[in-house]
């Protein structure tokens, strides 16, 4: 039995035991469960896998303690107002606003960071990780770290426009059918039916093969699709603000919709439209990495997460990560967003802990 | 039961309740104390923020959200229950402790009979079997003098009136025999006549099963029919505490007194409006209806310059549905809406700005009237850029001109939003609203009724300097009729979309009236402790709720 088992098991008891003794309950549930578990795992894959456990729970240390400078930093640094909403904040959100701060860095500065061009043929395929390729090279000799930071900006970016499309003209029109309501109304909304009635993605397809894969039909297309989503909701979220009595009073004053919608409605339907935003656009990128995949969204050599799972699927037969490194880039937004995303409904809601 | 009959029920001593602000806890209820004996009803009077309601619920050992008990003793029968386990308060609350909100129709689960949500209490807390306490139910429901005992149970809240509901609530806290009953603001929400209603049942209830209750109101005259004592608070802090006739009659602290007082503003009657001038407004055999629903008759009224003209009626009488016609929202069926002598068009989209100015609102919940994502500055300047196109300084000037009108430092409030007012000041943001479009008649709808006494007198005598000052026509909406006393020159009464009476104040206040009148003048309650009593003598207490449709 090496020193390495001998304190890792040292450590868990003697942190159960002061977690006890402080009846901090939650801290010490989960210390003492990690220790029962971690025997388990011992057994069964000996130091390997309690190396495993340790490395992951440094990891999961190193994102917490990140995300909790991250919230102390942004308290610092913004006015009174933000400040508070900040530090009342959750871990999670905090790391999530860290992790897609990094991912804009690496979008707008992309040809800055890359060492390498997006297309440039560095090495041999599928070469190694090396001192020049940190994470090894694709399926044509690119270097896969590049490739990384291009891809955020052509997914995350894409993505991005798609839904800022799909948000305007859906609030749009989602606030012009609650406010104007009749039959101008009824006909948006029975468009907006007959469109959600065909599968999206069979839909998408169609509309690619019709009108050419390249990416501007391609944003417009995806922002289309989900147009009616957002209609639905804002329609929704104004159906329940446009009987409030301050709309009557400026319908009265004799304001013209467009004041009615801008000024008076949005403003009290954005809470929800935004939270909606944060989900959406996950939707949206997962969509596109999928065309993507399927070879009718972003066209090669762009480089793009999706079709770099794609080309590089082959080499997860042979127990090499190099594909599920864009695969964990895109699940780590995923997530990040909806942290933050939680967050922001949280807080509109109203809702407590 | 090891107390006598007369023995202490309730002993509440030293009650603190801190509520939370954000990160801090401050106290809202700075040590209060509580006697209640059994069979005693005690009234809890205060404005809204005095700590009432927090009271009432902290009796039955619960605190509201962002609120806890931080101190003192809450004795119910001998049990402690700040230190009684949840679990025992579970059993306690429903069986032996009640609660009548405000709210009856909030109160009721809509897709549950009536019957049904009766019996869940008894059901659950092992009293008696369903088949039992459905004839309780049935045999409650006949001593709360509800319309047809044997089915109204068997109806969804939706299906029964407001005045019935609130009875059919009082029916169903009785159905395990409590010994305390809470009833907070039971009839708040209703119109004078079904108030007698409901006051008279709950009275004759409690009477009849000798139950202890805390009867919280802002409504004095309410409360000195109900209370055996009544006790005052402001601000968390007890004023004081008597029997209900010696704290009528002499009250000692000088906020009861101020309390006591509000009900007497009365601003003297103007004389009618020389016969050849011409009324700002005058609505003109107007009928209307809801789609198919007819609601409005042949209604038509003249309200003059400098003039209040108050439409009083219950819920439902066609005096709101009038305003809509006069605005424009609802375009009457027949009839039409004269503007200083021109015809107004029907709808509000084909007039012009010009006389979409002249006419303003104010609403009842200033709430929902108020955009909560403006600051105050932005909601009063937009009628006057709209109408008026001033901008830059001059805008400015003119708002801090408005916000002085309604008694508001302007440098203070400018820049707040909505939320961060008090329900009064609210109403004050509304009020400049109407006033920054320079109006000549403004429609108030029922502008006073979700406020308390001192605060909505100081709104009235607030409309009534401003309409001194500029010469504005009101069209007062109300059902209470001592806001229609203190503040109105002539009254329109409405009953079901028809105009029963109208004329000048005293008149109106005069016998002889119209036997509706007569029955709305009589059922608003009087600061007499007897009044309900002899009141329900004299009109026979078996017809009560059928002289509603005389």
């Given at each position: 039995m090496s020193y390495f088992v001998l304190v890792y098991y040292g450590l868990l008891i003697a942190a159960s035991c002061v977690t006890a003794h402080y009846k901090m309950r939650s801290p010490f549930m989960m210390l003492f469960s990690l220790t029962i578990a971690s025997a388990f795992f011992g057994l069964l894959g000996g130091e390997d896998w309690l190396w495993g456990i340790t490395v992951c729970a440094a990891l999961l240390a190193a994102a917490a303690g990140l995300a909790y400078s991250f919230r102390e930093f942004l308290g610092m640094v913004l006015n009174p107002d933000a400040s508070y909403a900040i530090r009342s904040a959750p871990l999670t959100a905090s790391f999530g606003l860290l992790v897609v701060l990094v991912y804009v860095v690496a979008a707008l500065f992309a040809p800055v960071i890359?060492?390498?061009?997006?297309?440039e043929v560095i090495g041999?395929?599928?070469?190694?990780?090396d001192d020049k390729m940190i994470l090894g090279g694709d399926q044509l000799g690119r270097d896969l770290f590049s490739r990384l930071i291009y891809g955020a900006r052509n997914t995350v970016g894409i993505a991005f426009l798609t839904t800022l499309i799909a948000f305007v003209s859906g609030t749009l029109l989602g606030l012009v059918a609650a406010t104007v309501g009749g039959w101008v109304d009824q006909i948006m909304s029975r468009i907006v039916d007959t469109i959600m009635a065909i599968p999206q993605l069979v839909f998408a397809l169609l509309l690619l093969t019709i009108f050419g894969a390249n990416m501007t039909t391609l944003i417009l297309v995806i922002g289309f699709l989900y147009t009616p989503l957002v209609f639905r909701l804002a329609r929704a979220v104004a159906g329940n603000i446009v009987v409030m009595d301050y709309i009557e009073a400026a319908k009265l004053r004799g304001e013209s919709t467009w004041y009615l919608i801008t000024r008076e409605i949005l403003p009290n339907a954005a809470a929800p439209l935004v939270a909606e935003f944060g989900l959406r656009f996950c939707f949206v990128f997962l969509a596109i990495a999928a065309l993507s995949f399927l070879g009718l969204g972003i066209q090669p050599p762009t480089a793009d997460w999706g079709s770099m799972v794609r080309e590089n699927a082959t080499l997860i037969s042979f127990g090499v990560i190099t594909p599920l490194i864009p695969a964990a880039a895109i699940a780590l937004l995923t997530v990040s967003i909806n942290f933050v995303v939680d967050w922001m409904l949280h807080r509109a809601s109203g809702l407590k802990e | 039961m090891q107390n006598s009959k007369h023995g202490v029920l309730l002993n509440i001593r030293d009650l603190r309740i801190e509520g939370r602000s954000g990160e801090d806890w401050t106290e809202i209820v700075h040590g209060v104390d509580l006697t209640l004996r059994r069979g005693e009803v005690m009234g809890l009077i205060g404005e809204?923020?005095?700590?009432k309601s927090t009271i009432g619920l902290a009796a039955m050992g619960y605190a509201r959200d962002?609120?806890?008990?931080?101190g003192g003793k809450i004795e119910f029968d001998g049990m402690d229950l700040t230190t009684t386990p949840q679990d025992d308060l579970r059993a306690l609350r429903g069986s032996r402790i009640a609660y009548v909100a405000q709210s009856a129709a909030a109160s009721f689960?809509?897709?549950?009979?009536l019957i049904d949500q009766h019996t869940e209490g008894p059901m659950l807390h092992g009293i008696s079997s369903r088949e039992e306490s459905e004839k309780d139910a049935i045999e409650l429901y006949r001593r709360l003098r509800l319309p047809n005992p044997d089915e109204i149970?068997?109806?969804?809240?939706?299906?029964?009136?407001g005045g019935q509901l609130q009875r059919a609530m009082t029916a169903m806290v009785m159905s395990c025999r409590p010994d305390l009953i809470i009833f907070d603001?039971?009839?708040?929400?209703?119109d004078v006549t079904t108030q007698i209603e409901v006051l008279a049942s709950i009275r004759d209830i409690v009477d009849q099963f000798d139950t202890a209750a805390l009867y919280i109101t802002h409504d004095l005259a309410v409360v000195a029919q109900m209370a055996d004592r009544i006790k005052v608070l402001l601000k968390g802090d007890e004023v004081e505490e008597a029997e209900t006739r010696e704290m009528l009659e002499s009250p000692k602290q000088d906020y009861t007194k101020s309390l006591w007082a509000v009900r007497s503003f009365e601003r003297p009657q103007k004389p009618p409006?020389?016969?050849d001038a011409v009324p700002v407004v005058s609505v003109k055999n107007i009928s209307a209806a809801y789609g198919e629903t007819?609601?409005?008759?042949?209604v038509s009224f003249d309200i003059h310059a400098g003039r209040t003209v108050a439409v009083v009626g219950?819920?439902?009488?066609g005096k709101s549905t009038a305003a809509r016609c006069i605005t424009g929202l609802l375009p009457p069926s027949s009839g039409e809406v004269m503007f200083d002598g021109e015809v107004l068009p029907a709808?509000?989209?084909?007039?012009?700005r010009e006389q979409l100015r002249q006419a303003q609102m104010i609403y009842q919940m200033a709430d929902t009237a108020?955009?909560?994502?403006?600051r105050i500055g932005e909601i009063i300047s937009r009628p006057v850029q709209f109408y008026l196109g001033l901008k830059g300084a001059a805008l400015k000037q003119r708002v801090d001109q408005l916000l002085d009108q309604i008694e508001l430092e302007p440098s203070q409030y400018y820049?707040?939003?909505?939320?961060?007012?008090s329900g009064g000041q609210k109403q004050r943001i509304g009020i400049a609203r109407a006033l920054a479009a320079e109006p000549k008649f403004i429609i108030c709808d029922e502008?006073?009724?979700?406020?308390d006494q001192l605060v909505a007198e100081g709104i009235l005598k607030l409309l009534d300097r401003l309409q001194e000052e500029l010469n504005l026509a009101y069209m007062f909406i109300t059902h209470d009729l001592a806001t229609v006393r203190s503040i109105a020159d002539e009254v329109v009464v409405m009953r079901q979309g028809k105009v029963v009476e109208a004329g000048p104040k005293d008149v109106m206040f005069?016998?002889?009236?119209h036997p509706y009148t007569d029955l709305l003048l009589s059922s608003?309650?009087?600061?007499?402790?007897?009044w309900l009593t002899n009141l329900l003598e004299e009109r026979g207490a078996d017809n009560i709720g059928e002289a509603a449709d005389v």
């Amino acid at each position: 039995m090496s020193y390495f088992v001998l304190v890792y098991y040292g450590l868990l008891i003697a942190a159960s035991c002061v977690t006890a003794h402080y009846k901090m309950r939650s801290p010490f549930m989960m210390l003492f469960s990690l220790t029962i578990a971690s025997a388990f795992f011992g057994l069964l894959g000996g130091e390997d896998w309690l190396w495993g456990i340790t490395v992951c729970a440094a990891l999961l240390a190193a994102a917490a303690g990140l995300a909790y400078s991250f919230r102390e930093f942004l308290g610092m640094v913004l006015n009174p107002d933000a400040s508070y909403a900040i530090r009342s904040a959750p871990l999670t959100a905090s790391f999530g606003l860290l992790v897609v701060l990094v991912y804009v860095v690496a979008a707008l500065f992309a040809p800055v960071i890359a060492p390498f061009g997006e297309a440039e043929v560095i090495g041999g395929a599928y070469a190694p990780p090396d001192d020049k390729m940190i994470l090894g090279g694709d399926q044509l000799g690119r270097d896969l770290f590049s490739r990384l930071i291009y891809g955020a900006r052509n997914t995350v970016g894409i993505a991005f426009l798609t839904t800022l499309i799909a948000f305007v003209s859906g609030t749009l029109l989602g606030l012009v059918a609650a406010t104007v309501g009749g039959w101008v109304d009824q006909i948006m909304s029975r468009i907006v039916d007959t469109i959600m009635a065909i599968p999206q993605l069979v839909f998408a397809l169609l509309l690619l093969t019709i009108f050419g894969a390249n990416m501007t039909t391609l944003i417009l297309v995806i922002g289309f699709l989900y147009t009616p989503l957002v209609f639905r909701l804002a329609r929704a979220v104004a159906g329940n603000i446009v009987v409030m009595d301050y709309i009557e009073a400026a319908k009265l004053r004799g304001e013209s919709t467009w004041y009615l919608i801008t000024r008076e409605i949005l403003p009290n339907a954005a809470a929800p439209l935004v939270a909606e935003f944060g989900l959406r656009f996950c939707f949206v990128f997962l969509a596109i990495a999928a065309l993507s995949f399927l070879g009718l969204g972003i066209q090669p050599p762009t480089a793009d997460w999706g079709s770099m799972v794609r080309e590089n699927a082959t080499l997860i037969s042979f127990g090499v990560i190099t594909p599920l490194i864009p695969a964990a880039a895109i699940a780590l937004l995923t997530v990040s967003i909806n942290f933050v995303v939680d967050w922001m409904l949280h807080r509109a809601s109203g809702l407590k802990e | 039961m090891q107390n006598s009959k007369h023995g202490v029920l309730l002993n509440i001593r030293d009650l603190r309740i801190e509520g939370r602000s954000g990160e801090d806890w401050t106290e809202i209820v700075h040590g209060v104390d509580l006697t209640l004996r059994r069979g005693e009803v005690m009234g809890l009077i205060g404005e809204s923020g005095a700590g009432k309601s927090t009271i009432g619920l902290a009796a039955m050992g619960y605190a509201r959200d962002g609120c806890r008990i931080s101190g003192g003793k809450i004795e119910f029968d001998g049990m402690d229950l700040t230190t009684t386990p949840q679990d025992d308060l579970r059993a306690l609350r429903g069986s032996r402790i009640a609660y009548v909100a405000q709210s009856a129709a909030a109160s009721f689960n809509p897709s549950h009979r009536l019957i049904d949500q009766h019996t869940e209490g008894p059901m659950l807390h092992g009293i008696s079997s369903r088949e039992e306490s459905e004839k309780d139910a049935i045999e409650l429901y006949r001593r709360l003098r509800l319309p047809n005992p044997d089915e109204i149970g068997f109806r969804y809240p939706h299906q029964v009136s407001g005045g019935q509901l609130q009875r059919a609530m009082t029916a169903m806290v009785m159905s395990c025999r409590p010994d305390l009953i809470i009833f907070d603001e039971p009839t708040t929400a209703l119109d004078v006549t079904t108030q007698i209603e409901v006051l008279a049942s709950i009275r004759d209830i409690v009477d009849q099963f000798d139950t202890a209750a805390l009867y919280i109101t802002h409504d004095l005259a309410v409360v000195a029919q109900m209370a055996d004592r009544i006790k005052v608070l402001l601000k968390g802090d007890e004023v004081e505490e008597a029997e209900t006739r010696e704290m009528l009659e002499s009250p000692k602290q000088d906020y009861t007194k101020s309390l006591w007082a509000v009900r007497s503003f009365e601003r003297p009657q103007k004389p009618p409006a020389p016969a050849d001038a011409v009324p700002v407004v005058s609505v003109k055999n107007i009928s209307a209806a809801y789609g198919e629903t007819p609601v409005l008759f042949d209604v038509s009224f003249d309200i003059h310059a400098g003039r209040t003209v108050a439409v009083v009626g219950e819920s439902g009488s066609g005096k709101s549905t009038a305003a809509r016609c006069i605005t424009g929202l609802l375009p009457p069926s027949s009839g039409e809406v004269m503007f200083d002598g021109e015809v107004l068009p029907a709808d509000f989209r084909n007039r012009n700005r010009e006389q979409l100015r002249q006419a303003q609102m104010i609403y009842q919940m200033a709430d929902t009237a108020l955009n909560p994502k403006k600051r105050i500055g932005e909601i009063i300047s937009r009628p006057v850029q709209f109408y008026l196109g001033l901008k830059g300084a001059a805008l400015k000037q003119r708002v801090d001109q408005l916000l002085d009108q309604i008694e508001l430092e302007p440098s203070q409030y400018y820049h707040r939003y909505p939320s961060e007012l008090s329900g009064g000041q609210k109403q004050r943001i509304g009020i400049a609203r109407a006033l920054a479009a320079e109006p000549k008649f403004i429609i108030c709808d029922e502008v006073t009724s979700a406020l308390d006494q001192l605060v909505a007198e100081g709104i009235l005598k607030l409309l009534d300097r401003l309409q001194e000052e500029l010469n504005l026509a009101y069209m007062f909406i109300t059902h209470d009729l001592a806001t229609v006393r203190s503040i109105a020159d002539e009254v329109v009464v409405m009953r079901q979309g028809k105009v029963v009476e109208a004329g000048p104040k005293d008149v109106m206040f005069k016998p002889p009236h119209h036997p509706y009148t007569d029955l709305l003048l009589s059922s608003v309650p009087e600061m007499d402790p007897d009044w309900l009593t002899n009141l329900l003598e004299e009109r026979g207490a078996d017809n009560i709720g059928e002289a509603a449709d005389v």
